[in-house]
């Protein structure tokens, strides 16, 4: 079984600055999906960046992007410019091939943008 | 285009009720999945339907079950409730539940059961 590992509960930055969220999984599958979505208080799960295993190149989504290293295991997000918008739950999840849509999410980092 | 959508926002029932909560996923979108969420176990996978066939499982008790229209529109249900239930339900849909295709999902269904 698949399992995602946000070892950060809790972070919080200063407006404007740079902010890194670390997300680490276990898995014997060589292809696979990851994910970062993020929850902000209203309650909805939005999709943030996502990136395929097979894929060397780091996914970059205007001010996010990630750090993927797949022999460690590790994917983080990296939020630049951070704004008070940003303050959320973010979730980062793993996708199996045709593992028929099912999320295997990690426990959430809560992130605090201060003015 | 429309988003997912969530009916009702929020429910409250007493133990040993039933509920039925509803989903109704982006236009064209023929995969739907719901997800528990609670504070002490976080999001967890309940189960996923296309073409109105549930392909995937998660580990639920049979209390828990789900079906999907032939429009794509999909409900669950919760029988003989129990404290524990008590969560925020996500559903998420994408176009055809792909390996790897993105789900999008809706603003929740927050159950209190009492």
């Known amino acids: 079984a698949q399992t995602v590992t946000q070892s950060q509960p809790e972070m919080s930055v200063q407006e404007a600055e740079t902010v890194t969220l670390s997300c680490t999984y276990d898995t014997s599958e060589n292809n696979y999906y990851l994910f970062w979505y993020k929850q902000p208080p209203s309650r909805q799960m939005i999709l943030v960046i996502r990136q395929e295993a097979y894929k060397q190149q780091n996914a970059t989504e205007n001010r996010f992007s990630v750090n993927f290293q797949k022999a460690a295991k590790s994917f983080s997000l990296k939020i630049s410019d951070s704004q008070l918008g940003d303050t959320a739950m973010y979730f980062c999840?793993?996708?199996?091939?045709?593992?028929?849509?099912?999320?295997?999410f990690g426990q959430g980092t809560r992130l605090t943008i201060n003015p | 285009k429309a988003g997912v959508t969530q009916t009702p926002r929020y429910l409250i029932k007493t133990r040993g009720q039933q509920v039925t909560l509803s989903c109704s996923p982006i236009s064209g979108h023929r995969s739907v999945s719901w997800y528990q969420q609670t504070p002490g176990q976080g999001l967890q996978f309940l189960f996923e339907?296309?073409?109105?066939?549930?392909?995937n499982k998660g580990n639920f008790p049979g209390r828990f079950s789900g079906r999907q229209f032939s429009n794509s529109r999909s409900e669950m249900n919760v029988s003989t409730l129990e404290l524990g239930d008590s969560a925020l339900y996500l559903c998420?849909?994408?176009?055809?539940?792909?390996?790897?295709?993105?789900?999008?999902f809706g603003p929740g269904t927050r159950l209190l059961v009492l």
């Open positions: 998420a849909s994408s176009w055809w539940g792909r390996d790897g295709e993105t789900q999008y």
């Open positions: 339907y296309f073409s109105e066939t549930q392909r």
């Open positions: 999840a793993f996708m199996k091939l045709e593992g028929a849509q099912k999320l295997v």
